[in-house]
């Protein structure tokens, strides 16, 4: 079993910036590949940013060039740097983790972007 905990989504203005962090711990040996997610109202849940243990990043169209996913292995913690954050980026973020076949969420984390 691996646990996410995830922190730092808050409420921020247009063009405001946000760090969230997810510590994962339990059986994390195994951990490849860390993400974050989002769901906002009424719509289906999306892959934002993912990093796998090699460190290779991938991130949906609309964040490129303002969100930044990294990853320390060492302290089993992924992180996601949100820049010149949009009010079209409100949405609850969860943190996933795969491990072998098996996939963790976390309990997520409220990010609204309003003036």
């Known amino acids: 079993q691996v646990q996410l905990v995830e922190s730092g989504g808050g409420l921020v203005q247009p063009g405001g910036s946000l760090r969230l962090s997810c510590t994962a711990s339990?059986?994390?040996?195994?951990?490849?590949?860390m993400g974050w997610y989002r769901q906002a109202p009424g719509k289906q849940r999306e892959l934002v940013a993912g990093?796998?243990?090699?460190?290779?990043?991938n991130y949906v169209d609309s964040v490129k060039g303002r969100f930044t996913i990294s990853r320390d292995n060492a302290k089993n913690t992924v992180f996601l740097q949100m820049n010149s954050l949009k009010p079209e980026d409100t949405a609850v973020y969860f943190c996933?983790?795969?491990?072998?076949?098996?996939?963790?969420w976390g309990q997520g984390t409220q990010v609204t972007v309003s003036s």
């Open positions: 996933y983790a795969q491990a072998g076949v098996e996939a963790y």
């Open positions: 339990g059986s994390i040996f195994n951990i490849y590949f």
């Open positions: 990093i796998t243990s090699g460190k290779n990043t």
